[in-house]
């Protein structure tokens, strides 16, 4: 449609044109203005701030004078064999997401930056522990609302849409607010009779009554200068035109016309005053009447506010709260602090303090402080406490031994974290060598110290009942990793996700890894049952009655009491021999994996267009040798935190009537993988079901091709009286798993209804170890 210009129209252009040109010339700050506005519309842009939305499409050369600036993320392409056609449609994605698409078994995973993808690749690498938490500062502004409300300083005035009315804020009434309260209104008669203190003892009043209830209220600074208004000098307002005929003729002009027009009277703008200024408030005597009588009562008070709200993490906002009183506000001039609500009308310049709407968060288990965990972090002074009480009461004069075995045991979950977080780190700032050699050798020490030190705890003690809660301890590792991590991951992620697909491919490999480990793990206890003698406990038949059987019980294989020569000559080159076939089959699964067949995976890193130039803009939560220090540390406070385990069990074998086995199948297998179970379960949240299968296989395979050899060439130098031969119990558990795991793994796909009859298994072995009859030896 043609528009035709009337001689008025170019008149207004012309009008429009000069006004443009004159306020281009007087104003200098025009073009950095037109910037800011550029700059905005490249914040509008979807490729970089809208993770939702597409990134995979490039711009035509022909947009490039538009002012959208294409920053994509780095992507990790997942080709599973076959090529994308058509059909294949850019998802919406979100960071660490698997999407499958329909027809092809392509699957795209976009990461933050060029550190963040080579982790993301490292996961999916066969054998490598896998880790959800990112190793890299993501910037706050990329985050979404509820995470950049964890992060703040509680001191913005925003609007708040609902009531501050909620069930934390009441909860914080009766776990913190009445008795802060108390504690403010019993100090404020202490200051008032001090006489020079009553300015404290009129903010101690203030404070009592914001304590109560401090939601929706603000603390702020006032300023020494009064806020006045001023005119501009030169602008006067058009007044409004009425609409008559007259007036929409000039309407068409005045339309072009600035707002403001130039005043030719002058109007004088009033100086605002100037106040001298006063003096310092540390200057004062009632100052440090203040911090003598009052100060301290309340450093105690709200130090242990802080302490009790943090460690409860979902009420960390009170910590923050209480830590900006105590370090900022209580140490100001009592006169400058007003509290009052933040849609008062101020008649002079303030600085908000502090500004609370909510005791309680539940997101706060995102809270994560140098990329730690909230929980991981609480969790820390607990293996000091640990250690403390472990070394300085073993005559468990204060503390009883089953106290100090649950304290030793819980310590090692943060340790796990810790470890964890340290290899993921060093992976993904190291080529692929260090990052297998990191992986394999830090990857099993959590377990590796309690089983070492167990092992040798128990040959110290004569006894073999230690050897035997090793046994059940890698069974239930097995077990728990073939059965239960993968089954709560299918239940949690099919609740979300409705059916779940993954690459039976790759699971196929890790299943037949499993199964050529299971084999020759359990091969030596095969070949007792083969060639060992029958020995009953306790046989007996009825006097004078020699036609009656004998009723035997407690009939056990037997291959060290009967001919020891079976155990030196045959048993034990078998063990040898199977301690270095189990290393040699997973470093040919990571050749098979890696190398020749490396398209099962093909992990494909893609920096996008012009990825690079912004893989510098990242900030590593460790570096390199802070994580190799962190994991040195954690090391030997593991070490010393299985040390004490092992030293606390004995009285619960002894003494308890729950089964030795169901304790190693439960508490000393599975309490070392929760940080695993939480990779696990968060992988399948975001539609990652392969990573959650990948955590229990990894596993489970690193138990029986690395952590079993080591610990036989650990008792070939150092004989401590391990054999690699397992009870029935263990072989027939261990052996129906893997089969059940291989039969739901093979169509790849999964739901919850599959991830239920997993879980069901596990606990079905886990009532029959619970039932079972304690080993012999115990």
Known sequence: MSHRKTPGDAETLRRRSTVDNSESHADPEQPHQFLRRASHNERICPGHHHPDLAVAETPSPDASHHFCHYTPKCLIAVHRGGQCGPSCRSTPLRYGEEVWHDGTTKTTIRAENEVEANREANNYKFGFRKWKGNVTERPIQDRSDIVKELYSDLSTVKPQAGSVITFGNIVYVFLFGWWISLIYFLICPVMFFTICGAPYGKLCWRMTCFFIWPFGKSIEKASDVMRTCVKSPNCEAIPEETDTEDSKDLTRVKDSAPIL??????????????????????????????????????????????????????????????????????????????????????????????????????????????????????????????????????????????TCFALAITSIIPLSYYIGMGIASISAQSNFAVGAVVNATFGSITEMTFYITALLQGHRAGSKCYEEIVKAALTGTLLGCILFIPGICMVIGGIKHREQRFNSRSAGVSSALLFISIGGVFAPTLFSKTYGNLMCESCTNTPGNASAPFMCKDCHYDTSETDPHLVLSHIEPLVYTISVMLPAAYLIGLIFTLKTHSHIYDIHISDGHGGHGHAGHHVVHWSRWRALAVLIVATLLMAACADLTTENIQPIVAHSSISQYFIGVTVLAMVPELPEIVNGIQFALQNNISLSLEVGSCIAVQVCMIQIPLLILFNAFYDVGFVLVFSDIHLWASIFSVILVNYIFMDGKCDYFQGTALVAVYLILLAVYFFAPSPRSC
């Open 261 to 402: 027009v130039s005043s030719p009277v002058p109007i004088e703008t009033p100086e605002p005053e100037v106040r001298p200024k006063k003096r310092s408030h540390w200057c004062r005597f009632s100052t440090y009447v203040w911090l003598l009588l009052g100060y301290p009562v309340l450093v105690v008070v709200h130090s242990l506010v802080c302490v009790i709200s943090w460690l409860l993490v979902f009420t960390i906002p009170v910590a923050k709260m209480n830590a900006r009183i105590l370090g900022t506000i209580l140490l100001m001039a009592p006169e400058d602090i007003h509290i009052q609500t933040p849609d008062k009308t101020r008649g002079y310049e303030t600085k908000v303090l502090l500004c609370c709407y909510r005791a309680f968060n539940v997101y706060y288990y995102k809270y994560t402080v140098q990329g730690i965990n909230i929980f991981a972090l609480n969790l820390l002074p607990l293996v000091l406490v640990t250690l403390v009480i472990g070394y300085t009461d073993r005559g468990h004069r204060y503390f009883s031994a089953e």
